[in-house]
């Protein structure tokens, strides 16, 4: 029991605004709200098994957690535009320096699935390098995201209003 509370207050003070009301599909607008994005093979990390971002913030939901991460470029005097890339399709790495915090459900039902809520029209087409064969087409998004049955008879929504994660605990 200790561990669920200390569980419970861990994804009380990472989440910044808790509300019980899902969002509404009429009033969704994916400017103001966050969409969790599928690896369907786009990220080389296979741990992340759906992201969310906004503004240089991450949210990766995780098999047995969920992974924060900011994000910002590093900028030196130094740097200058590469000139060298010529063909538009070539990928530029860029300097970045990142926070990432990691929070796992401690005892959690290792038979907990991800349930994908309010399906998002909006897909993501990933192009990276030549090699059509490792394009990735239509990535599917998603409003919602549940945790079933995380612990016996709890589980855990994702969501987001005004740009802001939000839970409910059923």
């Given at each position: 029991m200790k561990q669920f509370i200390l569980s419970a207050s861990i994804i009380f003070s990472c989440v910044s605004v808790f509300s019980a009301e899902p969002i509404n599909k009429e009033k969704y607008n994916p400017q103001k709200h966050l969409q969790f994005m599928k690896n369907q093979g786009q990220w080389s990390n296979a741990a992340i098994l759906y992201k969310g971002n906004y503004k240089?913030?991450?949210?990766?939901?995780?098999?047995?957690?969920?992974?924060?991460?900011?994000?910002?470029?590093?900028?030196?005097?130094?740097?200058?535009?590469d000139e060298s890339a010529t063909d538009r399709f070539e990928h530029r790495e860029e300097k970045r320096e990142a926070l990432v915090w990691n929070q796992y459900f401690k005892n959690m039902n290792p038979n907990t699935q991800i349930i994908e809520k309010g399906y998002s029209n909006s897909k993501t087409n990933y192009f990276i390098g030549k090699d059509q064969s490792k394009w990735i087409r239509g990535a599917s998004q998603y409003n919602q995201l549940t945790y079933q049955e995380i612990y016996?008879?709890?589980?855990?929504?994702?969501?987001?209003?005004?740009?802001?994660?939000?839970?409910?605990t059923l």
């Open positions: 240089g913030t991450q949210v990766r939901f995780l098999e047995n957690g969920l992974s924060y991460a900011i994000s910002k470029a590093i900028k030196s005097e130094g740097d200058k535009k016996p008879g709890i589980d855990l929504d994702y969501y987001s209003v005004n740009q802001k994660l939000n839970t409910i």
